[in-house]
Nanobody, 110 residues
Framework: VQLQAYGGGLVQPGGSLRLSCAAS????????MGWYRQPPGKQRELVAT???????NYAEDVKGRFTISRDNAKNAVYLEMNSLEPEDTAVYYC?????WGQGTLVTVSS
């Protein structure tokens, strides 16, 4: 299984970005998809997850600002990020069950 993430970049505080990630390869059914991030000098942490049935889970510091969604037919997961803060600067990784994608860098700076 391969995961390809897109959508990172540089954005000003208060701005928005949308990350996308699609899984390909030998996939029967993906149960949980999610996004994690690793800020500079820190450990990787959970951002949000979503089950195949649509149940979501968010880290406390992104609740109300980030929205995770998925398209089961495309084996894709998305992360809509609004009201971005400098503290959201990190490499963002997508995950599908036990498989990790490569990271995409999000930088929030004026």
């Amino acid at each position: 299984v391969q995961l390809q993430a897109y959508g990172g970049g540089l954005v000003q505080p208060g701005g928005s970005l949308r990350l996308s990630c699609a899984a390909s390869g030998s996939i029967f059914r993906i149960n949980v998809m999610g996004w994690y991030r690793q800020p500079p000098g820190k450990q990787r942490e959970l951002v949000a997850t979503i089950t195949s049935g649509g149940r979501t889970n968010y880290a406390e510091d992104v609740k109300g600002r980030f929205t995770i969604s998925r398209d089961n037919a495309k084996n894709a997961v998305y992360l809509e990020m609004n009201s971005l803060e400098p503290e959201d600067t990190a490499v963002y990784y997508c995950k599908a069950d036990l498989f990790w994608g490569q990271g995409t860098l999000v930088t929030v700076s004026s």
